[in-house]
Every structure is written in C-alpha cells, then in structure tokens.
C-alpha cells in the first residue's frame, strides 16, 4: 500500500476534508489514550460513536455543528487511533474516560451526543457525572438493562433474520452473541472485517448508500487488524457488567435527548427513555434505519441544535 493512499485514510487527512477548522489530537487520561478530533467554538459538545465505526461517522455533520459548538469527536477506548487496552471497555469506565478527558481539556461541564456503543457511554456520564454532563443525545441505542438478558440465542418465528430493515420484525442480534466469543472473531476478521461492514450497512440502514465507500473503508482499515476487533468485541463482553451498574442508577436528570430511526429502534425507545430520564424527548427519525448520523444528518443537525440551545 503506497503512502499516498495510507495518507488518504489518515485521521489529519479525514479532518482536513472536513469544511472549517477540524485538529487531530491525543490525550492521555484516565490510564488509556484517546484519540479525538476538534473544531468549532462555543459551548462544548462531545460526539461518541459507536460499532464498527470511528469518530468519522459525525463527518457529516460536524461542519454544521461546529458553527454554533466546540465540537469534539471522541474515538473511544479500543475505536480507531485511540488506545486498546486489556479491560475498562465497561461503560461505567469508559464514561470516567470521557470525564477526564473533558477536564483535561479544562472544561468542567459537556453536552455528549452518543451513537450505539456511544450512547451508551453518554448515559453512564450523566449517571456517574451529573455535576459535569450538561445535555445528553442517545442516537438509536439506549443503555443496558435487564432487559437485554432475555435476548434469545435463536431467532423467533417471526423475526426478521437477514436485516434489522423491516417495519413490524424485531432485529435479530446475532453480532451480539457473535461479539462474547474470545478470539475467534479476530482470528475469522483479521484484514476481512470490510466483509463484516458491509454486511451492517446494507442490512441496517435504511439506504445504505448513505454510508460511502470511502466511509466504510475508513472503518474496515480502522478494525482490520486482530487487536482492533478484540477490542470492539470487549465493549460487548462487558454487556453483563453494564447491566448490573445500571441496577444502581436512578433516571439520569439531564435533559435528554433519544432520536431513533423509524426503521430501527425508535418504538423502543419511546417506550423504555421515560423510565430511565426525568426530562426526556424522543423523536422519530423519519426514512432511516440504525445509522442516524449518516443516514440522515440534517435531521440530526436540526433536532440536536434545537435541543441544546
């Protein structure tokens, strides 16, 4: 691979691409290495992704939001040039990476807008930090309870097998099953994992041609090799552990924020957020799947700036 097309894919190149002022950057917190890209200016807004993508996935709409926000594009604890340590993929532990990195940073409170895996660490920042969370945005994923421990191993009857894509069908989560296995996925995945990407995107997203090529070979390099895909698997063996922290959560007082596509996950979490949030809004995504931010950026732009101004 020539260092011209290494370039290409490289994080200061991807925040170049971007329109206004975007910065690579690392710090070192809470005993780990976090990668993060910022630009814009005003009141700071942390955006957390989630699996199997990278801070990029914002890329959409970080230009937009960095004219009215400090934005701030975390790659998690085991997500893209960020660091992969041996544990702490809990998102009781991963919040306090969050946190540290915010006063790192010198900022004492942050609105966190969270995707999947990212959503889940938003709301165990609010949980563990409320002095320091101002608003929280969940993007079509909520936190594990105990509800998740009553997932079957085999689909039912009438679930929808080869795509979370069907209106009335339950998604089947094979990939969460998939993703507990100790060292087989990365032996399977190792330099394949774009087989894996594309998979997701064509089954979950509304239109998967929202999610590019260029996009989606960012995230297959970013999880190419096997230290990269144990380390995603990690934030799903910690399911158990998030559960039981969540058990000692009363609902979060933040103002919160759920956007769920209308064909992924936003009856679910119109249901579930009012239990877990004192002062929540859930809206429906209109056209969209699982990948809200890309799918359907402008939604996301206007709904997240109405909700923090």
């Known amino acids: 691979m020539s260092t011209t097309v290494e370039n290409r894919f490289s994080d200061t190149a991807l925040a170049n691409s971007l329109d206004g002022d975007f910065a690579s950057h690392y710090a070192d917190v809470n005993g780990t ?15 957390l992704g989630g699996w199997p993508q990278t801070w ?34 809990d998102k009781k532990t991963m919040a306090r990476d969050i946190y540290e990195l915010a006063r790192h940073l010198g900022l004492e409170r ?42 079957g191993l085999l689909p039912e009857p009438d679930q929808h097998v080869d795509s979370a894509i069907e209106v009335g069908e ?6 969460f099953a998939f993703n507990q296995v100790k060292d087989l996925p990365a032996a399977l995945l190792e330099g394949r994992i774009r087989l894996l990407v594309d998979w997701l995107f064509e089954r979950q997203a509304k239109d998967p041609g929202s999610i590019d090529d260029y996009s989606r070979e960012v995230y297959a390099r970013a999880y190419e090799s096997a230290e990269a895909v144990r ?10 552990q ?16 759920a ?22 809004r859930v809206v429906e995504v209109a056209s969209c799947g699982h990948y809200v931010p890309e799918e359907q950026p402008q939604s996301v732009i206007d709904e997240l700036i109405a909700f923090l101004d």
């Open 33 to 47: 290495r976090l990668h993060y890209v910022v630009g814009g200016s005003g009141e700071p807004l942390f955006l």
């Open 56 to 89: 990029w996935q914002w890329n959409k709409v970080m230009p937009e939001l960095a004219r009215h926000y400090r934005v701030f594009a975390v790659d998690l604890r085991g997500m893209g040039s960020s660091a992969k340590p041996a544990e702490g993929y």
């Open 110 to 151: 942050v609105h966190i807008a969270g995707h999947d895996i990212g959503a889940m660490v938003a709301y165990a920042h609010a949980a563990n930090h409320p002095e320091a969370t101002g608003k929280i945005a969940l993007l079509d994923v909520p936190h594990p309870d105990d509800g998740w421990s009553s997932f």
């Open 170 to 175: 339950r998604s089947y989560l094979w990939w």
């Open 231 to 240: 380390a995603g698997n990690a934030w799903y063996q910690a399911f158990h």
């Open 242 to 257: 998030d559960i039981v922290d969540a058990r000692s959560y009363a609902p979060v007082s933040a103002p919160t924020l």
């Open 259 to 280: 956007l769920g596509g209308d064909e992924s996950n936003y009856a679910y979490l119109r249901d579930l957020m009012p239990t877990k949030a004192t002062d929540v």
